[in-house]
């Protein structure tokens, strides 16, 4: 997709995993699909599971994770039927499963329990310490803004109802606290999403949209808003990202 990238990156999500790319990068490949996409992502779902794991069983990071760690960290989170069935073999002790070409109905075992059907059954009844080797989610911030829905609102029976713009001061208090979407130092004023088709003479876009900016790069989008988003992203997608963290994070809801 070209050899130039930008300095600011984003965190680019694939099927399952994420990749951390640079914004440039993330516009090209979006919505695109590729076999190398897919094997990096993997690898990094993988590498960051696998760092998730050690550092809740021993909290090193230097050091493999061992088959025990794994095994003990999936009972204890309650995941055994996620190991693979090659995995949970080797924990038990058993032999690899052969793989044949071939198979006869005599080498078919009725009732053969698999690898792990049985870790579940002997770990069943273990009484598991609390708080011990367990990944524990973090406090959801509290609600600053409840969004009400009216499905039969009387302006949506309107042929042309006129325009009412959304506003909320509780919320754009919020935003203010928030870093910087371009650089993370603290925001000054909310931003509100300029052209687009939002805003206007003694207008603003609604409150929902807008977003954290400090000073230096409030004024550089004033000052010119195509050259800024040349520079760091459409103001757009800027804001599409903070309302999902703001909905992720219970902030909106």
């Not at 951390?20 to 979006?30: A, E, G, M, P, S």
């Not at 509780?170 to 687009?196: E, F, M, N, S």
């Not at 800027?238 to 309302?243: D, E, G, T, V």
Request: neutral net charge.
């Amino acid at each position: 997709h070209g050899d130039y990238h930008h300095s600011e990156t984003v965190i680019h999500r694939y099927g399952t995993g994420a990749m951390v790319l640079c914004w440039h990068c993330d516009n090209q490949l979006r919505d695109q699909t590729s076999e190398s996409l897919e094997q990096l992502a993997q690898q990094n779902l993988a590498a960051w599971m696998i760092d998730v794991i050690r550092h809740a069983m021993n909290g090193i990071q230097e050091r493999e994770l061992s088959l025990a760690e794994l095994s003990w960290w999936a009972v204890c989170n309650q995941v055994v039927d996620a190991l693979p069935e090659a995995v949970s073999r080797r924990s038990l002790g058993l032999p690899a499963e052969k793989i044949r070409s071939v198979y006869r109905e005599s080498d078919i075992i009725p009732g053969e329990q698999t690898a792990t059907s049985i870790l579940k059954q002997r770990t069943k009844n273990i009484a598991l310490p609390p708080h011990t080797h367990q990944q524990q989610n973090p406090p959801q911030e509290k609600t600053v803004v409840s969004i009400a829905v009216d499905p039969e609102s009387p302006k949506s029976f309107m042929k042309r109802p006129k325009r009412r713009r959304w506003v909320n001061e509780k919320y754009t208090r919020w935003v203010k606290t928030q870093p910087c979407a371009c650089c993370g130092k603290p925001a000054d004023d909310p931003h509100h999403l300029i052209g687009h088709g939002q805003g206007g003479m003694g207008t603003k876009s609604h409150d929902i949209f807008t977003l954290p900016l400090c000073r230096e790069h409030h004024n550089e989008l004033h000052a010119d808003p195509l050259a800024f988003e040349e520079k760091h992203g459409s103001q757009v997608d800027l804001i599409f990202r903070f309302l999902d963290h703001a909905f992720a994070t219970g902030v909106l809801g």
